[in-house]
């Protein structure tokens, strides 16, 4: 490693331990849990949850495709399927067939 390379490793060493020492990252994960933990647009969508008695999400990780970034991506694609606002026609209907047909090409691999 050239000195170059060890000085700025360094550096960002003593950036880290002095962020550590300080507890600013705690401070400022804390701050970010608390400032979602009552919005409604992070937590609770209304484009997944109007009129439904169950959140998408949950069927998501009931069924346990929350291991599975593409088949959870049709779920949600699927459900939100003409009820965002600002999403025209199929847009949620082809974006969750992408998923599926990636799904389909990687299964054989």
Not at 91 to 99: G, N, P, T, V
Request: aromatic letters at 10%; one cysteine or more; proline letters at 2%.
């Amino acid at each position: 490693m050239s000195e170059k390379n060890k000085d700025w490793a360094q550096e960002g060493l003593n950036y880290l331990e002095k962020l550590a020492a300080g507890n600013e990252v705690e401070n400022y994960l804390n701050s970010m849990e608390d400032s979602s933990a009552n919005d409604s647009a992070v937590n609770a969508p209304s484009h997944y949850l109007q009129g439904r008695s169950i959140e998408p999400l949950d069927v998501i990780e009931d069924w346990g495709l929350d291991e599975d970034y593409y088949l959870a991506s049709v779920v949600k694609y699927i459900a939100r399927y003409g009820r965002k606002e600002g999403v025209v026609g199929t847009q949620c209907l082809r974006k969750a067939r992408f998923y599926l047909d990636r799904k389909i090409r990687n299964a054989g691999r």
